[in-house]
């Protein structure tokens, strides 16, 4: 079990006086990078930001992230040229974070996407080079344009021939997270460390030991929730197991996943907090609703699936929808926000990056695509802006270049990436 950054300690090769020193833009501090996805687009009359800073006006859509505005960018009329004109869904979702040219049948053919380009640089240096969860299971089989739904299942990429496999059980997710395999399962992990912690506090100042307190308080409140989902999955696998069905083809919650939506995205978003706070991973991403979801929002009093709801992309039920997925990025900025290291905050040594793979449901138009960014991304990266790429030029509003802004920024100096071998202006 790592710790957070402790000013009494030293860590990540440097002093902790160091450290303190240099504050949140420091290289001292791990730079850690999560992506948030949504799948077909957001309701376009309620996305919008307009000023600067504290001044910055939000719309209704991106309301949750009032509190953080002077660390949020709203990045407007970004798009993947390679994604245009192939179709809809799969061919607007294979290569959002790779901007490379997708290939139709049955051999899957991509290109690596940018969380997994930057694991290979800095996951060297952490136990799990990333984290990729999903809150929603991924479909089999082709689309009506010829494309493979897998394109529309997953966004991160190994490689051109492979996505990286979705992580959807949150038990699983903590257990990689805390290296609990055999009986460890069953064991408090808290209660596997607390001699140590118990040493360690006497050796910390009272301000780090009142972090630590409120770490371990952190994830026992996280093993709680996780002790009944495992139960549940267990259950599951029983079940599939008798009725001799394999558990993907069974539907929520009968296949261990939680019942509630709010109660998966949440548990995911604290495990990507423990993961960047524990610097037990720096790279995270999370598929909150596929491309073609399937997902139902009952909480919201809705009845139609996510799908066929983004068709009517204007309504209030599908704003409602949108407001939701953006509140978890929100959620999970506050958490990392509230985490100290140094003079700053775990989230000032972030970037989170939210994206869907079209403007629209309506029309299914992605000759642009919604973008927000959250965290200064230790000091190299500005916030509390509006950026508008619209009228730029197709060559300077790719995706990919954001990309290559954000690799920069992560130590990676890369010539060209995707389509892009420029980068945003203005970023």
Known sequence: MALPWLESLSGWGVSAAAAAETGPGATAFPQRFGVFFMGNGISPNNWSAQGDGAEMQLSKTLSPLEPLKGKLNVIHGLFNKTATGQGIH?????????????????????????????????????????MVLACEQPMSGYHESNFSNAYSSHISWENADSPVPNEMYPSLAFDSLFGNGGSQRNLSVLDRVKDHATKLERKISATDKGKLDEYLSSVRDVEKSIERMRADKDKAETRARDKGQPMFTMKRPENGLPEDLRDHARLMCDIIALGFQTDKTRVASLLLARDLSAL?????????????????????????????????????????????????????????????NMW????????????????????????????????????????????????????????????????????
């Open 90 to 130: 799969p061919a607007m979702t294979g290569q959002l974070l790779s901007g490379a040219q997708i290939s139709k049948g049955a051999i899957i053919h991509s290109g690596i996407s940018v969380d997994q380009m930057i694991a290979r640089h800095v996951g060297q240096n952490t136990l799990q080079p990333s």
């Open 296 to 356: 139902y929002y009952p909480f919201l009093g809705l009845k139609e699936a996510h799908h066929g709801l983004s068709h009517n992309a204007t309504s209030d039920g599908y704003e409602s929808i949108s407001r939701f997925h953006v509140s978890q990025l929100a959620y999970l900025a506050k958490r990392l926000d509230e985490m100290p290291e140094g003079e700053g905050s775990v989230l000032d040594n972030t970037c989170l990056m939210f994206i869907s």
């Open 360 to 427: 629209t449901g309506t029309g299914h138009d992605n000759r642009k695509v919604p973008v927000l960014t959250v965290g200064g991304l230790g000091g190299t990266l500005k916030t509390g802006r509006s950026l508008n790429y619209l009228e730029a030029g197709d060559e300077k509003r790719k995706l990919c270049s954001l990309y290559l802004g954000i690799t920069d920024r992560m130590g990676l100096g890369l010539n060209h990436f995707g389509d892009a071998d420029t980068r945003l202006v203005g970023l």
